[in-house]
């Protein structure tokens, strides 16, 4: 077998053990956000923080959800960075924002944040519980602080552990489509 065709047999193998249960949470809590008029924060780190720039768009376009991420905004996240460090970047965000109860937080990340990585998603998610805000979240690995701590939280499941990142982001990806395009959400 190819490795074409191994990865290609690897993804479809975890599409088909994703809980379709807790994506229809997601889009029950995107819903709300939606209905009530809040606004949905999405947070990520390297390849998932291109999901995130690509999933403000499509819910903003296609779902009518005001949608943000920080890392849009390069000049305003290395001046956070750099003046209050890489830790509080996400957080300082959501607290100029003004976070509230009617909002959302999406976190999409490999590991979910730890201690010792992505601890900017980790103080990002106590942020928004504290404002009341739901947390929702896309990882892969066990999910770290996000699948422990989120209202609703899919586990992308690591069935192949060489490949893990390249499968959470790429079918990340595959489920942030399947929600912009669910006729609960859609405009």
């Given amino acids: 077998m190819t490795f074409t065709s191994r990865y290609l047999t690897e ?15 997601l889009v029950v809590e995107l819903a709300n956000v939606q209905d009530n008029g809040g606004r949905l924060f999405i947070v990520g780190i390297g390849g998932s923080a291109a999901n995130a720039s690509h999933a ?8 009518g959800i005001d949608a943000m991420t920080p890392t849009d905004n390069v ?20 607290r100029v924002s003004r976070i509230t109860r009617n909002d959302a937080l999406l976190v999409l990340s490999v590991g979910g944040g730890t201690d010792d990585t992505s601890y900017n998603i980790v103080k990002a998610v106590r942020y928004a519980k504290k404002y009341c805000a739901k ?29 893990i990142t390249p499968h959470t982001e790429s079918i990340c ?15």
């Fill in 11 to 25: 993804a479809s193998a975890i599409l088909g053990i994703l809980d379709a249960s807790v994506i229809e949470q």
């Fill in 56 to 63: 403000v768009n499509d819910f903003r376009k296609l779902c």
């Fill in 75 to 94: 000049a305003e996240l290395t001046a956070r960075i750099n003046d209050d460090g890489w830790k509080s970047s996400f957080v300082n965000y959501l």
């Fill in 135 to 163: 947390v929702l979240g896309i990882v892969g690995r066990d999910g770290g602080y996000t699948a422990e701590d989120a209202d609703v939280c899919l586990v992308i499941p690591p069935v192949y552990e060489d490949r």
């Fill in 173 to 187: 990806s595959v489920v942030l489509h399947l929600l912009v395009s669910h006729p609960t959400l859609a405009l």
